[in-house]
Every structure is written in structure tokens, then in C-alpha cells.
């Protein structure tokens, strides 16, 4: 985990601060809300960041299970945090640190910690002021050196454990010039079945906020459709505030076509507006519209795509997801992913497999759903189907070469069988030494060397590379000669380490024991992820061939 740090702060910098909460309910979109204000903010020519507030009692999310929770996200400086953290990066096109997570167990476990070093010097240690205080000191280092620090409260106003940030919040906002500080609030507004907009949830959120000393500055409403004018002016009235701070952000097709909303709506304008940043803003004709020729380009043609995995859940794969998007708009054509249950591979999903144009299997811990990915990585190879393994598909697809091409019966990773004859993926002879196998893990960004004339320097365009890693075992380095004289080529190390595979005589087998959809943006794709949809278009372009002339 990265070190915690402590650095005296000037409550007085000059940063401006977006906070953003959210009522009714969990998942409404606050967290696309919050980064596609700060995208146009981006393009009109301010530094932008981010914070997530998480008020779970993790310290991070590195033990979280997907299912529950989505995936882990990682940063640059190792650190696993929400996935929200995933959406700020490829939205504001920055790259993240740990400080810019904030959690409970984080900043309770920090404070608990002071006390018991004795440096509250006797002090009674409370919620207020030594917790809030601590909150408050996160999200100003974390701020330092931008123009705009975005702030996500996650949860919703009302729950217990959130209480500790909104009170925190609340004294920010008194400590804050006006026109730097800006509470916005996302609500629902769903319609009744006579096809009425309803105010009261939105009503109902706002009175809580108040409750505890906070006035919203701007209302996003989260519906169906736009706001009609009439409940625009009703949420005014109600929740006191002017109508042009009532903005809709009604249900868009794709989630990068959130910004453009948010701009036809005018929330930009207004946010720069309040906070003094209007007149430094660049002109309309100079601002950057990357990202609107990005999101409104037309497609051409479509492929499939199977994601291999063992949860039925978008959110527990979402930067796999977005990676094959972004290289779909690299390519310009629409990326359907069809899911492939590994663990119960069924009529259905055996059929997805076989009618899939590439083929990737995602990272992953733990032994279910494993023989489910080998399968599919094995159809891949024997088939030539465009295939891409990301770590644990990295590591399946080196013992699925182990077991079907090299003939070494009960081949396995040692993480997944401990009585394997032939660990193929074990730890690293020096990490037997180490008692704590949790100093192990493999995180953040690392340089990996890759081999000239390879694929993968096709690929990256470039001998070496940086990205993101998670695991702890390896490629056993006893079976390096054998794979690379069966055909199996290791085009990126990292010392000892085998990072890159690939397979020669085939139109794409790779597999990365990093994770290159962490570093995947919009306007900035992968490229792994490319050249698996170059290596998809290639065989699709082929076999049309193929059809006409027969």
C-alpha cells in the first residue's frame, strides 16, 4: 500500500472546489456527473482533478469482492481503490494517486494511529475536530496545484456512515470563499405511471442536506427525459435555489455522451460563472472538441467480442469494458461484448464463444471458473480466434499451452492447485523468503522491456512499455526454454518476470501479465486492445473475401 502522507496545508491556496452528493439512492451516476463537468471545464483550458469519498471501513478496495462491489481499481502508485477512480482518470485523462481515494477505515485508522504515537498530546480524540480535520486535510493536499478539485461523496445523504464527510463538508464550506467552494446535488426525478415527473424525492434529499448546514448551489436531476421547464421551477421553489441552477441529466445511449448533455444543459457555463473562472475559461473556438468528434463519430461495421469471466456483473470488468470501447472508437467501429460464463459455460454461452470474432479473458483470483477460461483460451488458439489474456488469462493461457502443446499432464499455477506436478505460475524463488506474502503483490506501474521485431513492438510501437500490474505469482522460470522451443514467445520481461506472450502462426494470441486497460482512455486506447480489434477487422475482412469470390 502506498505510504501515508502528512504535509502542513494553506487553507488559503486558491484551489476551487466541486463537491458532489448524491439523495434517493446509490448508482444514480454522480460520480459520470461530477467527471463530465470536469471534462468541460478540462477542455475549456483548467487543471482538473478529482476526489472519491468512500465511506466504507476498507482502507482500500483491494479485498473487496466484485460481485459486491465492482472491480479494484488500481493506480499508478499501486494503490486499489473504487472503480469511480477508473472513470475519472479516462474522463479527465489524468493518472491518479491513493491520495486521491479517501475511505473511512483510511482516515480512521490514520487518526488512531496519532493517538496512539501520542501526537494529540493528551487530547480527548473525537469525530470533530480530529476526524473532520483529517478529512479536510486529504482533500486539500489532494487539490494542491490544480485549478479545480473535483469531490465525490459517495452514498447517499442520510446514510450513518457518511455523516462524518458531510459534516466535514459543511466546514469546508464555511472556511471557503464563496466563489470557491460549490456543493452540487444529483436526485432522482422518476415519473409516476400517469407519466408525471415527480418532485418529492428530490425535496425530500434536499431537506436532509440542510439538515445538517448544507444548501446545495446547483441541482442535477437524474431522469428519463429532460426536466420540463415546470418541474425545473417546482425543484427551484422548493429546494431554494435559482432555476437556471436546476439542470437535467436525462438517460444518454453511451456514458461519453454525458458531457455533451451536461454542456447543452449549460452546467459548465454556470459552474465557471460561480466560481470566478469565466473570464480565464478559453474562448469558445479554442476549446479542445476531441472529445465531441470522439462521441459523435460515425461507426462502421461491428464486431463481437466474448469477455470470459465468472461475474455476471458489468461493473466487476468495467475497465476491460471501456478499453474495448476505446479501441472501437480508435477503429471506428461499435465493440458488442457478450459475456461467457466460465464457471457454468452452458448452451447459451458455449454458442457466444463459438459465433465471437476475439476472444479476452480478464484477470482474476482464485480457482472458480478456471477450467471454464483454459477451454476458452484453448478454443482460441486451435481455432484462430483474435485472442487477448489479461493476468490471469496471461497465466491460464501459458498452462493451457502447458497441458495441450508441451504434453505436461496436470499442469497448473500453484495459486490455484498447490499439488501441481508442474507449477508452470508459482512464486518467484526470492518471494519464499518473504514471511508476508501480502509484501509480495505486484502493483501499479511498472516498465516492462519488450523484445524487438516481436508483435507486442508492433503493438506498443516501442521497445518498452509502462503499466498497470496486480498479481503475485509468475511464469515459473525453469520452463522458459521449453515454451519459447514449442513456439510460445515471452516478447516482454521485466528482469526474471515474463510480462508479454504470444504465439507465432497465429492472427492474435497475446496475453499480458499486467493489466493495459487501466491505462485505456477514450482518446487514447490501448494497445493491446487495438491490436486485437486490427487482428478481428483483419479476419473479418478476409472471410467477406472469402464469401464473395465463392
Not at 456512515?161 to 466546514?171: K, S, T, Y
Request: with cysteine.
Amino acid at each position: 500500500m502506498p505510504t501515508e502522507p502528512e504535509t502542513d496545508y494553506d487553507p488559503s491556496l486558491g484551489n476551487k472546489f466541486i463537491f458532489v452528493t448524491g439523495g434517493v439512492m446509490s448508482g444514480l451516476g454522480k460520480g459520470i456527473t461530477a467527471a463530465s463537468t470536469g471534462r468541460l471545464l478540462a477542455n475549456a483550458g483548467f487543471d482538473v482533478t478529482a476526489v472519491k469519498i468512500d465511506p466504507y471501513l476498507n482502507v482500500d478496495a483491494g479485498t473487496m469482492n466484485p460481485f459486491q462491489h465492482g472491480e479494484v481499481y488500481v493506480l499508478k502508485d499501486g494503490g486499489e481503490v473504487d472503480l469511480d477512480l477508473g472513470n475519472y482518470e479516462r474522463f479527465l485523462d489524468v493518472d491518479m494517486t491513493f491520495d486521491h481515494n479517501v475511505t473511512t477505515g483510511k482516515t480512521y485508522q490514520h487518526v488512531i494511529e496519532k493517538e496512539r504515537a501520542g501526537d494529540y498530546l493528551g487530547k480527548t480524540v473525537q469525530i470533530i475536530p480530529h476526524v473532520t480535520d483529517d478529512i479536510k486535510r486529504r482533500i486539500r493536499e489532494a487539490a494542491e496545484g490544480h485549478d479545480v478539485c473535483l469531490v465525490e461523496v459517495g452514498g447517499t445523504v442520510g446514510d450513518i456512515e457518511g455523516m462524518p464527510f458531510l459534516e466535514a463538508l459543511r466546514q469546508f464550506a464555511h472556511e471557503e470563499d464563496d466563489e470557491d467552494f460549490l456543493l452540487t446535488h444529483v436526485t432522482l426525478v422518476p415519473y409516476s405511471k400517469n407519466g408525471e415527473q415527480k418532485t418529492k424525492p428530490t425535496q425530500h434529499s434536499v431537506k436532509e442536506l440542510r439538515s445538517i448546514g448544507l444548501q446545495p448551489d446547483i441541482l442535477v436531476g437524474r431522469c428519463e427525459d429532460k426536466l420540463d421547464p415546470s418541474t425545473r421551477e417546482k425543484i427551484a421553489l422548493f429546494c431554494d435555489v435559482p432555476t437556471d441552477a436546476v439542470f437535467s441529466n436525462p438517460d444518454v445511449e453511451d456514458i461519453y455522451h454525458v458531457p455533451l448533455m451536461v454542456e447543452e444543459e449549460g452546467l459548465d457555463e454556470y459552474v465557471m460563472e460561480r466560481l470566478d473562472l469565466a473570464d480565464d475559461a478559453l474562448p469558445e473556438a479554442e476549446r479542445d472538441n476531441e472529445w465531441r468528434d470522439l462521441a459523435t463519430q460515425e461507426t462502421h461495421g461491428e464486431v463481437d467480442v466474448a469477455l470470459v469471466g465468472k461475474y455476471d456483473l458489468e461493473d466487476a470488468y468495467i475497465s476491460v469494458n471501456e478499453a474495448l470501447k476505446h479501441a472501437g472508437l480508435e477503429k471506428n467501429v461499435d465493440v458488442n461484448v457478450r459475456w461467457v460464463d466460465s464457471e457454468e459455460m452452458d448452451d447459451d454461452h458455449e454458442q457466444r464463444l463459438r459465433e465471437a470474432d476475439g476472444i479476452v479473458v480478464p484477470g482474476g483470483f482464485g480457482s472458480r471458473g478456471t477450467a471454464g477460461k483454459i477451454d476458452a483460451v484453448r478454443y482460441a488458439r486451435e481455432n484462430g480466434v483474435p485472442y487477448l489474456g489479461l493476468c490471469l488469462g496471461f497465466q491460464l493461457a501459458v498452462v493451457e499451452y502447458a497441458r495441450n502443446v508441451l504434453g505436461l499432464e496436470g499442469a497448473h499455477s500453484a495459486e490455484i492447485d498447490e499439488d501441481t506436478p508442474h507449477p508452470v505460475i508459482d512464486l518467484l524463488p526470492e518471494q519464499y523468503d518473504l514471511e508476508d506474502l501480502g509484501g509480495t503483490m505486484r502493483l501499479g506501474a511498472h516498465e516492462t522491456d519488450i523484445e524487438p521485431d516481436t508483435l507486442a513492438a508492433e503493438v506498443y510501437g516501442a521497445t518498452t512499455c509502462t503499466e498497470r500490474h496486480r498479481h503475485r505469482y509468475e511464469v515459473n522460470p525453469e520452463y522458459f526454454d521449453a515454451f519459447e522451443d514449442a513456439g510460445l514467445t515471452f516478447s516482454g520481461r521485466s528482469g526474471n518476470r515474463m510480462e508479454i506472450l504470444e504465439l507465432d502462426d497465429h492472427p492474435y494470441f497475446v496475453g499480458t501479465q499486467f493489466h493495459p486497460e487501466f491505462r485505456s482512455r477514450p482518446t487514447r486506447a490501448s494497445p493491446p486492445f487495438v491490436g486485437l480489434l486490427d487482428a478481428v477487422l483483419a479476419e473479418t475482412e478476409a472471410d467477406a473475401r472469402e464469401e464473395v469470390e465463392a
